[in-house]
């Protein structure tokens, strides 16, 4: 399976600014995607990261408020912007190996927002 | 869309004993996958189930893709410590796409 490091692992964020958070892995994937996870939930897809078009996001999340990059098939960033409390939660990128078969996550990015 | 439950949703056992948790939809799943999730980490595949009938172990993990494709179940075998976490199911939507999620399993091991 491939390895995921994402970064940073968890920071404390202000009120009204901005983080963008990094995911690298160690080998070429097709598909990679950004979940959230808030306290004591299971995880929710944001968006599916497209390399070289812009991210598909799914109902509830919009691009001003978590703008996606992927410009190359190794690396992807999500940026949480303009954070309020209600954003702490655990941001985690995965990636597919085949088509609908499995998903690997990497280690997560912890955001309290105070 | 394609919902997957979970139950229960918290267990806490002795250790040594034995746990089986399960996975249930209302639609058909074409893959079964059983992650673990410890506190603060990212969750971390343990089973993927690919064919209905299958049985996989892995140590002392098991789990079974129903023979509906509307459920599976995963057991583990005297239970230790380091087995307490977040239990998670998961499978691709109808288009191959998403993967869908269940709520989880809270396991604890008391000692």
């Known amino acids: 399976s491939a390895v995921i490091s994402q970064k940073p692992s968890r920071d404390i964020c202000q009120r009204g600014t901005s983080l963008t958070i990094q995911c690298q892995v160690d080998?070429?994937?097709?598909?990679m995607f950004w979940y959230r996870q808030q306290p004591g939930q299971s995880l929710t897809l944001i968006a599916t990261a497209n390399q070289g078009s812009e991210a598909t996001y799914e109902s509830g999340f919009v691009i001003d408020k978590f703008p996606i990059s992927r410009p190359n098939l190794t690396f992807s960033t999500l940026t949480v912007s303009n954070m309020s409390p209600e954003d702490s939660s655990i941001y985690l990128c995965?990636?597919?190996?085949?088509?609908?078969?499995?998903?690997?996550f990497g280690e997560g990015s912890w955001l309290t927002v105070v | 869309g394609q919902q997957l439950n979970q139950s229960p949703q918290s267990m806490f056992i002795q250790e040594g004993e034995d746990v089986s948790m399960n996975c249930t939809s209302s639609?058909?799943?074409?893959?079964w996958l059983w992650y673990k999730q410890d506190p603060g980490e990212g969750p971390v595949l343990l089973i993927a189930?690919?064919?209905?009938?299958e049985l996989t172990s892995n140590g002392r993990l098991t789990a079974q893709f129903g023979i509906t494709r509307k459920d599976s179940f995963l057991n583990i075998s005297a239970s230790i410590p380091s087995d307490v976490g977040i239990y998670f199911c998961?499978?691709?939507?109808?288009?191959?796409?998403?993967?869908?999620f269940g709520p989880g399993t809270r396991l604890s091991v008391l000692p």
């Open positions: 639609s058909i799943f074409n893959t």
């Open positions: 995965s990636v597919e190996d085949l088509p609908g078969n499995t998903i690997y």
């Open positions: 998961a499978g691709p939507d109808n288009y191959g796409q998403n993967f869908v």
């Open positions: 189930l690919y064919k209905a009938g």
């Open positions: 080998s070429q994937v097709t598909m």
